[in-house]
């Protein structure tokens, strides 16, 4: 990809640190994440940011960067959270390490309304999310923000060199994406983010990585295996697409994903493995060993359906890398295991086996993607669903019977959901057993069954989501529906968690 005039983006850990990316991205400029043990390789960038990270800068071993170097690129930098603190060491300040961590939103008030907060209102809303503070400014340094406490949480190091506490990529800091832009635009000219230009050079990155070789595309009928197995074929490459039902999908779900990629034009092979994923989970309630469990079988189960395949293409996006945590320069924390990331993947990765074309992309940008090679608009636009499939929306034991309920429930939502019109209007919706068996009352009995939770969330990138109040007139007609359709169940919850602190699926 280009190395010029583009937005370096140094990765300190933040588990938000591809959603600077993402931002710069949606803003028309090109960006490009880095690992700080790949600084200063970054080509000749036009602008540098220092993303934030969950480690303190008092720590012996904490992450750090040769400043020398960094000032060598003669560009603007600007550092958020992890960042600042460091760049404020680096010109002779000091941070203040606290047991203490402030999360959540904060008031924002510049010192300076032209530069960085040109045009951002003297109380906005930003997010949170440290315990080092700025204890000394050096004499080179100015504050241009304070929060509502007068603590300072924006600084400027001479022309060049800005910072910021707050995480500005963020939803919830309400003019986040406006203080980017700003910082941008003091930058010159940067390399411009056209979808056209990234496909064209995935697929020339596609052809010259795998030349004659097979390869294998695991599809599931989500989006993101959708658009890597049509971006194969438009490469041309030798490719064969295979679907395992591993027992645990939604209703009807294969016969949907065999007809839709019949209107694609994409041939692809089934496996019915479902006796064995289900028989490997029988008895295991540890969501962890669910993942690596579910892991670990399907690269058995597409290695024994393809022979002597030369490599694995998966759709896996940049969420699934950064909660994973298994690049092994991440500086992340790890928040759960992936299925495409457990420790076969990982094995197969070093020994050059692993295709993920998609793994440095949001699921928005997949989507934009996927429509500019022609995916029709339904296919694109379905809810995301979880590769290891209704396991993370059963938390406990897995059973035949706990996954008919969930298939049933969902079913009954997800069809409410369509019929009023919300289908489109949420990122991803489900329901989800709650294993716990609560006393109702039904035809004047009383009934000792399972609790059904719906979820609705919201979010641009799954890496932060937000509940979605839906009309209570389908949240009525489903929960009817439910208790009076699906045995087992005779309570119906509403899941109004945000993510954080919640996931979000329960598992």
């Known amino acids: ?150 603590t300072p949480v924006s600084l400027q190091w001479g022309e060049r060199f800005y910072g910021i506490q707050f995480h500005p990529e963020v939803t919830h800091s309400h003019e986040g994406l406006r203080i980017l832009h700003n910082f941008l635009l003091s930058c010159g000219e940067l390399e411009p983010f056209r979808i056209e230009d990234f496909k064209r050079e995935m697929i020339e990155g596609i052809r010259n990585t795998v030349g004659d070789k097979q390869v294998v595309c695991g599809v599931s009928g989500g989006v993101d295996s959708t658009v890597l197995a049509v971006l194969l074929r438009e490469a041309g490459v030798n490719v064969r697409a295979i679907f395992v039902d591993h027992g645990l999908m939604r209703k009807n779900e294969g016969e949907e994903v065999r007809a839709n990629f019949h209107r694609m034009g994409v041939p692809i092979e089934t496996v019915d493995a479902s006796e064995l994923f289900l028989g490997a989970l029988e008895g295991v309630d540890d969501p962890e060993a669910k993942r690596k469990i579910i892991g670990e079988h399907f690269i058995d189960v597409f290695w024994n359906a393809v022979g002597n395949a030369e490599m694995l293409a998966q759709g896996t996006l940049y969420p699934d890398v950064i909660e994973s945590a298994s690049n092994a320069k991440s500086k992340a924390s790890k928040i759960k295991t992936h299925h495409n990331r457990v420790d076969r993947i990982l094995e197969l990765q070093a020994e050059g086996k692993v295709l993920e074309p998609l793994a440095e992309l949001f699921k928005d940008e997949v989507r934009e993607l996927g429509a500019s090679l022609g995916i029709p608009h339904d296919i694109l636009w379905r809810h995301p669903f979880p590769g290891p499939g209704l396991a993370v929306r059963c938390p406990g034991v897995i059973t035949e019977e706990r996954l008919h309920i969930i298939r049933e429930c969902d079913a009954i939502f997800i069809s409410r959901l369509k019929d009023h019109g919300w289908y489109d209007k949420v990122w991803q919706a489900y329901a989800g057993l709650v294993p716990v068996k609560t006393v109702g009352v039904k035809g004047d009995e009383r009934s000792y069954e399972w609790a059904i939770t719906l979820r609705a969330v919201v979010s641009e990138d799954a890496m932060t989501a937000d509940w979605v109040e839906l009309p209570p007139i389908i949240l009525r007609e489903t929960s009817h529906r439910i208790l009076n359709e699906v045995k087992g169940i005779n309570r119906v919850l509403y899941d109004i968690s945000t993510k954080p602190p919640a996931s979000i699926e329960w598992e």
Not at 29 to 42: S, V
Not at 101 to 118: Q, S, V
């Open 1 to 150: 990809m280009h190395d010029t005039q583009h937005v370096a983006v140094l990765d300190f850990g933040s588990q938000y640190t591809q959603l600077i990316v993402r931002r710069v991205r949606e803003l028309g400029y090109f960006a490009k994440l880095y690992a700080i043990e790949d600084f200063p390789d970054i080509g000749k960038p036009g602008a540098i940011i220092l993303s934030g990270g969950p480690r303190s800068t008092s720590e012996p071993d904490a992450p750090d960067l040769d400043f020398a170097a960094l000032d060598a690129f003669g560009v603007p930098v600007l550092g958020v959270c992890y960042g600042m603190q460091l760049l404020n060491i680096k010109f002779g300040g000091t941070v203040e390490a606290s047991d203490r961590r402030e999360y959540g939103p904060a008031a924002l008030y510049p010192t300076e309304c032209e530069g960085l907060y040109e045009g951002i209102s003297s109380d906005s809303q930003v997010w949170m999310s440290h315990s080092d503070t700025v204890k000394i400014i050096p004499d080179c340094g100015k504050v241009i923000a304070r929060n509502q406490h007068g």
